[in-house]
């Protein structure tokens, strides 16, 4: 009897299809209503001028289980969703490479130290005090603790805000916090399995020889293997390759620290530093970014599904007054560890606001700490609920204290009218940014998309002129090592992706010239400057005289027509030629064949 045998095939066919419709087809339903709900509220919020993420948090409390119950299967897509914060903490280590990853300072780290401890015991204390038992008590302040990666990261990122320094200090903040994940799971793990402080040492010390190997293996993999895998030809012919390979890398490298019992958001971050010093960072950056952007809203919006709204309203008072001492404190704790370290105090209350919201890794402790129904934590079922519902209220009002953090700042400056003369040469008046990034803000730059013969001709006109800020961006090593020859800044990358035009520094463009053969990519491109950058100047090559309207319609404010152009130039060679010009002119005017002169 065959496979396609009649009494055989359906059988195994349903079987399997039965299957496939309670696994696959049903996780997909979620996370398309998930995502569904989530554009419509974020759009709603963002017509509202709030951020998308109060969407995002509310879709999710939407068609969560314990409101309309659409999505039921929360902790599947809360696993899924943490792989978003990973490629989120990947992009942001791909704009940090080693130097300027030490450029953070000491700072960063020891106030992230101090706010991590000070927290944790303010928290055990007003837990003791309030009769809570020692274990729980623990548990909530390691809880608190931590503060919201995704959320700060996201919001920062938005704004410009990251390189301002309240919130590089925050950044830096952050990366310890999620560095001290790994111990604070491993002590909640002890409370509710009776762990000794022994245990505790020895998998602690484990973590820290794997995190070693971590660095190591990743160091050699993007510095000696990497760069000549992405140096073939068949990489180079085909854009699926490169984009395949980066998702790779992003996912792997959360993989690789989650299998070895490290943050996957962290290690994916350190990967990140490890890869941003390669020429292809940006390019990565840029194939990772629609998979990021569907895991990030995902990720916010299973944290929505955690919410109890019902639980939350009955018990509105004490969730405000655990929400306002939360906020409070870890604005007051982080505060006085940065102004302790030595940032500045108006940059220290920006970094208190931005870190004073209760993090997305906390659900994770809350969940160990709550245990399970055949064996029961140390974290009772209302401290549970109380703490969920706080740690959502404080993340939907993290977008406004985010805003409100350089605000803050400038208008207590202002009120409190004395500075100290060595914090105002190292940051200026008027904003929060340092004078590094201001000067790179106000430079005219010249992008040049596309770098092959005409891209050259047009940069060596431009250098001999005596304009030198010049960046070229292209896909081909050997036309950006032409670039460099001619001591030209390069970037590698897609030049239809917003983000490495982004990072090749288009928003402080005032020309664009694009030299790309592609009618239809060009098209892509104008399309994306006049969105991005309206006010900048685009000149655009275009090949055949057919395209020349489209390129217009466009929006090109310059287009070079090639066709038109060889037309021209064949024609002034010709005029350029007297003796050839008279000996044409002469054969125009001799009589046609069976004509008269004088008929001629």
Known sequence: MTFFDFGVFPTQTFHLLAATEGTMWHSLADILILLATAIVLGTLAEQLRQSAILGYIAAGTLVGPNLLGWVADRQSIFDLAELGVALLLFAIGLEFSLPRLKRLGRIPLVAGILQIILTLLGGLSVSLLLSFSFPESLAIGAMIALSSTACVVRMLNDRAELDAPHGRTALGILLVQDMAVIPLMLIITALVGKGSAGEIAIQLSISFLLAVIFVAVFYGLFNFILPRLLELSSLRRNRDFPILLAMVMAAGSAWAAHRLGLSPALGAFVAGVLLAISPFATQIRADVQPLKTVLVTLFFSAVGMFGDLNWAVQHLGLVLAVVAAIITGKLLITF???????????????????????????????????????????????????????????????????QLAPVAANLLRQLW??????????????????????????????????????????????????????????????????????????????????????????YRSRLVIMTLPSPTVCRQIIYLVRQMSPATTLYVRCRYHLHHWQLLAAGADVIVDEEEHVGECLAKHILDSPLLLQQLLKSNQKPESGQSPDQA
Request: negative net charge; contains cysteine.
């Open 336 to 402: 006085g560890a940065a102004w302790f370290c030595g940032q500045p105090w108006q940059f220290a209350l920006g970094t208190g606001l931005c870190l004073a919201q209760v993090g997305e890794f906390s659900f994770v402790l809350a969940t160990v700490a709550r245990g399970t129904a055949d064996a029961p934590g140390i974290l009772s079922e209302t401290t549970f609920r109380l703490i969920i519902s706080s740690t959502i209220a404080t993340l939907l009002l993290t977008p406004y204290l985010i």
């Open 417 to 506: 009218d004395r500075q100290p003369a060595e914090n105002e040469s190292r940051s200026p008046h008027v904003d929060v940014t340092d004078l590094e990034s201001s000067r790179e803000t106000n430079d005219d730059l010249v992008l040049i998309l596309g770098f092959g013969p005409a891209g050259q001709r047009v940069a060596g006109e431009l250098l001999q002129v005596g304009l030198k800020k010049i960046v070229v961006v292209d896909l081909n090593h050997e036309n950006l090592r032409m670039a460099e020859q001619y001591g030209l800044r390069s970037q590698l990358g897609d030049a239809t992706q917003i983000e490495v035009l982004e990072h090749a520094g288009l």
